[in-house]
């Protein structure tokens, strides 16, 4: 069914059990989530003219985004726009910004992108985000399908660029070995990395005398972990992890850094910025003005605006407001860390509406950035909020 610049392809196939076991032994093992469907047997083929500008887009903002991190770094005032837990402030300041380009080896960017082909950025996630197995295994696999071509079948490639410079000897996140999504996304970046590497449970790790250890007691000099940074400042051993960090005896990947990059503040910094004509030259500027919405540290706006917290995640403590400034929906499956952290306040998008075997969903459009790399698709289907109840459908390109 045709919608704008966006077709949906294909009808579901009656059994679906088979092809959920096969996408299964290719690693994608969270097709199906407590007997319900978060991945559609459909695909979203784009136009190739927005995905050209949609990969132009992304390039632009990762180099803008780039340089206002480094305009942010050492800045306390700015940490704290940021909503940077203080904690965390010597760590920044003494550990070495990466090369340009490179404050995170593995983010995504979420995107509106309407059915006129307009493209909104709506975030960045830049330290530990999720939909990798989805994007680079379920995607290529539902593209060749479909006839489509598949930008992510770079990411497995990019993947092992990035981690052989950062060469970590662990990989960890929360619940390991039963938290299907977690664990199966560090064991297809583990195996896309083409190292030795083993996996961890975060909670078995502990700090001793600065050194950061597993239940073994064995020393982790270098580590990728699905482990949001800012979770630091509320962890009980997270001054002690911070510490290893900052005294180096322990290197994360992807680098501490990388939070400036996920705070949503540095987007509200962005703007401000573009607004006063300081930091960014014209092209900038005009890419700015094309791409970013609207967004300030303060609810400035009389209506059709987003709350959300600087260091929210999966749709949690996002709130829509309407055009006379009422509340018209808020978020209330994911954790709401608006208590802990800042919010910002942005204008408001339009997303892509699709005719899914689901209904009428919403598409939320993600770009990988590995390596420095934009490089593949994430399409997520939901309501007007995208949280943890949305579907996974794959993307391509006609």
């Not at 096969?22 to 991945?39: C, I, K, P």
């Not at 560090?186 to 190292?195: D, F, G, K, P, Y």
Request: charged share 25%; with cysteine; net charge negative.
């Amino acid at each position: 069914m045709t919608a704008g610049v966006f077709e949906v392809l294909g009808h579901p196939q009656q059994d679906r059990a088979s092809r959920v076991k096969q996408l299964h032994e290719l690693g994608f093992t969270w097709a199906d989530l407590e007997e319900e469907a978060y991945w559609i047997d459909q695909t979203v083929a784009m136009s190739r003219e927005t995905y050209a500008e949609l990969e132009l887009a992304s390039s632009q903002l990762w180099s803008i985004l780039d340089k206002a991190a480094r305009y942010v770094h050492r800045n306390h005032d700015l940490y704290r726009l940021l909503g940077v837990p203080q904690i965390l402030w010597s760590m920044l300041d003494e550990c070495p910004l990466p090369e340009s380009g490179f404050i995170s080896r593995y983010a995504r960017f979420d995107f509106a992108v309407a059915n006129d082909g307009s493209i909104k950025l709506l975030e960045l996630n830049a330290d530990t985000p999720t939909g990798y197995v989805e994007a680079s295994i379920a995607t290529p696999w539902m593209c060749e399908q479909a006839g489509l071509s598949s930008p992510n079948e770079r990411m497995k490639e990019l993947v092992a660029a990035a981690w052989s410079e950062e060469r970590p000897d662990t990989a960890a996140c929360v619940a390991y070995g039963t938290h299907l999504e977690d664990s199966g996304t560090i064991e297809a970046l583990v195996r896309h990395s083409n190292l030795e590497i083993r996996c961890v449970d975060c909670l078995d790790l502990w700090v001793d005398k600065g050194t950061l250890k597993d239940k073994d007691g064995r020393a982790i000099q270098r580590m990728f972990a699905l482990y949001p940074k800012e979770w630091m400042a509320v962890d009980d051993g997270g001054e002690a992890l911070a510490y290893a960090i900052e005294t180096g005896r322990l290197a994360l990947f992807n680098p501490p850094h990388s939070i400036l990059l996920q705070s949503k503040g540095l987007v509200a910094a962005v703007w401000g910025l573009h607004e006063l004509g300081l930091l960014f030259d014209e092209e900038e500027r005009e890419a700015i003005a094309k791409y970013i919405l609207p967004t300030y540290n303060k609810p400035v706006f009389a209506g059709n605006f987003v709350s959300k917290s600087m260091f929210g995640r999966e749709g949690g403590s996002v709130r829509l407001f309407g055009a006379d400034g009422e509340l018209e929906m808020e978020d209330r499956d994911g954790f709401d860390s608006s208590v802990m952290f800042p919010c910002v306040y942005q204008k408001r998008a339009e997303l892509a509406k699709i005719h899914t075997s689901e209904g009428e969903l919403h598409l939320l459009t993600g770009m990988f950035v590995i390596n420095g790399t934009p490089c593949g698709l994430l399409g997520r289907a939901g309501g007007l909020i995208t949280g943890n109840t949305s579907h996974f459908i794959a993307m391509g390109v006609r």
